[in-house]
């Protein structure tokens, strides 16, 4: 399976992109690749020239198109989703919607004691909107992230532990969505 992993922070040392480095070594036997959000402009449909995107934009969706699934990994910001994911999802999302139909799940570290449960709520409705098939459960939201993370890697055997929980239900969910589908 071909999982795209999407990081809604920019952040060099982002614990959400160290989540993503740690699904790659639970999911030994999937591909899973991370996307580069940083460089996307500005949504702005004046830029869409004869049917095509920026060459930005154009790598995004042809990512999207190839993956199996979608992973997001997302931090909280002012209780919502961070504009650079924001961002991301409204390029792919049109028009010719690549993110219709994937499955997806998510996941978010912060440093609050409620892990990234305020962004992640409207994150799953902005998607469901879309039409991306949401894995429900487990929910991954990780709080006081700043200790169970370790140079850069998520190293807290109980949220590792957790995370492979999801990750395993996320396979299921995909098999399910590819059936179905």
Same mark, same amino acid.
């Given at each position: 399976?071909?999982?795209?992993?999407? !990081?809604? !922070?920019?952040?060099?040392?982002?614990?959400?992109?160290?989540?993503?480095?740690?699904?790659? !070594?639970?999911?030994?036997?999937?591909?899973?690749?991370?996307?580069?959000?940083?460089?996307?402009?500005?949504?702005?449909?004046?830029?869409?020239?004869?049917?095509?995107?920026?060459?930005?934009?154009?790598?995004?969706?042809?990512?999207?198109?190839?993956?199996?699934?979608?992973?997001?990994?997302?931090?909280?910001?002012?209780?919502?989703?961070?504009?650079?994911?924001?961002?991301?999802?409204?390029?792919?999302?049109?028009?010719?919607?690549?993110?219709?139909?994937?499955?997806?799940?998510?996941?978010?570290? !912060?440093?609050?004691?409620?892990?990234?449960?305020?962004?992640?709520?409207?994150?799953?409705?902005?998607?469901?909107?879309?039409?991306?098939?949401?894995?429900?459960?487990?929910?991954?939201?990780?709080?006081?992230?700043?200790?169970?993370?370790?140079?850069?890697?998520?190293?807290?055997?109980?949220?590792?532990?957790?995370?492979?929980?999801?990750?395993?239900?996320?396979?299921?969910?995909?098999?399910?969505?590819?059936?179905?589908?």
């Amino acid at each position: 399976m071909k999982i795209l992993g999407i !990081s809604g !922070s920019l952040r060099k040392a982002s614990w959400n992109t160290a989540l993503l480095h740690a699904a790659v !070594s639970l999911l030994p036997a999937h591909e899973l690749e991370i996307a580069e959000i940083g460089d996307l402009p500005l949504i702005n449909q004046d830029l869409e020239q004869d049917g095509k995107f920026p060459a930005q934009v154009e790598r995004l969706r042809g990512q999207i198109l190839a993956a199996d699934a979608i992973l997001f990994a997302t931090p909280e910001y002012n209780a919502s989703i961070p504009a650079p994911l924001k961002n991301a999802i409204d390029w792919a999302s049109g028009p010719g919607n690549v993110l219709a139909g994937k499955p997806a799940a998510i996941c978010g570290a !912060s440093p609050g004691a409620l892990g990234t449960s305020r962004g992640q709520y409207p994150l799953r409705h902005t998607l469901g909107v879309l039409s991306v098939q949401m894995l429900g459960q487990p929910e991954v939201f990780i709080g006081g992230a700043g200790a169970k993370f370790t140079d850069g890697k998520l190293t807290d055997a109980g949220t590792l532990e957790f995370l492979g929980k999801m990750l395993t239900a996320f396979e299921v969910f995909v098999e399910r969505v590819k059936l179905v589908g």
